[in-house]
């Protein structure tokens, strides 16, 4: 997931900017000015932008507006030291989806930055995609590779399908664990490498086993 954090206290940017990447996993780019904010924002595509109320050269709440106005409709969450429900009201009749209010924990930040992804309107998907010279097929959770087939289970596509939307992208085992199988399951970080390693078992058959990499101490990511 990429976020865009604007944040102008350098020991809380700094902090928060690295523990979105390893706790998260994310994709993080900080800024520290609400001009700089807009500027990127408007020029590349994020999941969630994390804007910090009061900043210089535009706050926060000037910065929502802003991008509202003409027409944003990515997820903005709302880093804020005021907690009177009057600037609660203020922060989300600006546009906001969702605040914090600092001082706040991390978890709280990755749980809400979670429930805001999972609130975006997702794409429509292609019912096929290319990957590696190999085709996904959605509808039947196959992989075709010239004429030949792979049948995956559920479980295994969904993983699959889940590395190539985000391809490119270092993706943690808790960010996969919560996409496919949700947080609320019985699952451990285990039946995640040995999906992986079925899946790369079955992938032996086109000579394709090396498409998922292994992130030593983080996750698995396949390149673009």
């Not at 350098?10 to 609400?34: A, F, R």
């Not at 994390?50 to 929502?64: A, E, F, K, Y």
């Amino acid at each position: 997931m990429n976020v865009l954090l604007a944040e102008d206290d350098l020991q809380l940017g700094e902090l928060v900017s690295y523990m979105l990447k390893k706790k998260g996993g994310y994709n993080v780019e900080w800024v520290t000015e609400g001009n700089d904010a807009y500027d990127y924002a408007s020029e590349a595509h994020y999941d969630v932008l994390i804007l910090d109320w009061m900043m210089p050269n535009g706050d926060g709440i000037d910065v929502c507006k802003r991008l509202r106005k003409e027409g944003y409709a990515g997820a903005i969450l709302m880093l804020t030291a005021k907690d009177a429900v009057q600037d609660r009201i203020q922060g989300l009749d600006a546009g906001a989806d969702d605040y914090v209010i600092k001082p706040f924990e991390i978890d709280e930040l990755l749980a809400r930055l979670r429930a805001l992804s999972r609130r975006n309107y997702a794409p429509i998907l292609e019912e096929e995609v290319e990957i590696a010279s190999m085709i996904l097929k959605r509808a039947s959770q196959t992989v075709q590779f010239d004429e030949e087939f792979i049948q995956l289970s559920p479980r295994e596509f969904q993983l699959l399908d889940f590395l190539v939307k985000n391809k490119g992208q270092v993706l943690s085992r808790d960010i996969i664990l919560d996409r496919v199988w949700g947080y609320e399951s019985d699952v451990s970080i285990k039946t995640i490498d040995a999906t992986v390693k079925l899946l790369r078992k079955k992938l032996e058959k086109f000579n394709k086993q090396d498409l998922i990499q292994s992130i030593r101490g983080v996750g698995y990511k396949i390149e673009s």
